[in-house]
Structure formats: C-alpha cells, structure tokens
C-alpha cells in the first residue's frame, strides 16, 4: 500500500470529524464515514506484513428518500517477503425509498482477490426491498436483484465453450436479498 493511500484515509478521517460537527441534522442531508484501519508486523520464525483497512460511507438526502452507500475494504499481506494479499473490495448502493418499508435501488460492486487469482470483479444491477418489520430495535427486509457481472481472472484455467479458451466469465443473474438487525 503506498502513501497515497494513507494521505486519503486520513483526509477522509478529519473531514468526517469537520463536517459531522458543522451540519444541522435538521435541514440539511446527513453525511456518515466510519474508517478503519490496522496492521500488524512479525517477525522471527514467521515473518508476516499485514494491513486491514475499511471505510464505510452513507449520504442520506434532506428528505430522506435518496440515500447512496458505500463500503471499501482494503488487505494487504506479506508472508517472508511474498505477497499473499492484495485485495480490494467495494460495494455501493443508490437506493430510493418509495414508502416506509419499499425502495428499489441500483448497486455496483468490484473486487480484485489475489488469492483466488481474481484480476476484477465488476457487478451491477438492479432491485426491489421491502421491510417486513421496521422498528427501532429489529429490522428484516426481502427483495430480489437482477444483475451482470464480468469476472477477469489472472490466467486462463477455464474452458468457455462460448469462444474457446477465456479468462472471463460473464453473465446475467438475479439475487435474493435479505437485510435484518435484532438488538
């Protein structure tokens, strides 16, 4: 991970403080960022480099029917100098609320996954929730989402018996969806 990276989750961070104290709740819409980052290093018999960083992001509009989210998680891991984990994954959602308890919405995802020899991952769609309960200490929604995902891979190790040999798999699907909270 570079230093880029660092300066924009710091930046993140002290911009989540400035603007968390400086907007009324009441007019205006509401911006939430949560950031979180660690990292360890060992040494002796086991020599690992290990870094975990996330940052979640919500913009909820003024009058509450718009609302965009976003999650990113970051691992990177050296095991005796080789890189094992360099892995990014992102899911983000628009959603717009038609009632208290529908809204359809529109998500984009992207993954990079070094392990399983993933070069990208995009996938986007389209759906429909809907909250069964809806109150302040549970929550459980249902819905469905159709979507395209293309999936690039490294190398190619798969016969695609559309065009012969590949290193993308691409199609269409639909998802069931399921959100709940218990407290």
């Known amino acids: 991970m570079n230093i880029k990276t660092y300066k924009l989750f710091l930046i993140l961070a ?13 007019k205006s819409t509401k911006l939430k960022i949560d950031l979180a980052s660690t990292g360890n290093v060992q040494t002796g018999n086991f020599e690992r480099l290990q870094f975990v960083n996330q940052l979640d992001f919500s913009i909820d509009s003024r ?3 718009w609302n965009f989210h ?19 994954l992102a899911r983000n959602f628009l959603t717009y609320r038609l009632s208290k308890k529908l809204d359809v919405f529109g998500g ?9 020899r993933i070069d990208r991952n995009i996938q986007y769609g389209f759906g429909s929730r809907y909250a069964v309960i809806k109150k302040p200490r549970s929550f459980l929604q249902f819905g ?7 999936k ?3 190398g190619s190790n798969f016969q695609d018996f ?9 199609s269409f699907f639909i998802s069931p969806v399921l959100n709940s909270k218990f407290v």
């Not at 691992?75 to 892995?87: E, H, I, R, T």
């Open 152 to 154: 690039k891979y490294v």
């Open 63 to 65: 009058d509450s029917k």
């Open 144 to 150: 469905l989402m159709a979507s395209y995902a293309s």
């Open 14 to 26: 002290i911009l989540s403080i400035s603007i968390g104290k400086a907007q009324d709740q009441k």
């Open 108 to 116: 984009f995802f992207y993954e990079k996954f070094l392990i399983k």
């Open 162 to 170: 559309d065009n012969g040999d590949s290193d993308t798999i691409d």
């Open 70 to 88: 976003s999650k990113h998680l970051y691992l990177y891991q050296k095991v005796f100098g080789n890189k094992s984990q360099d892995d990014y």
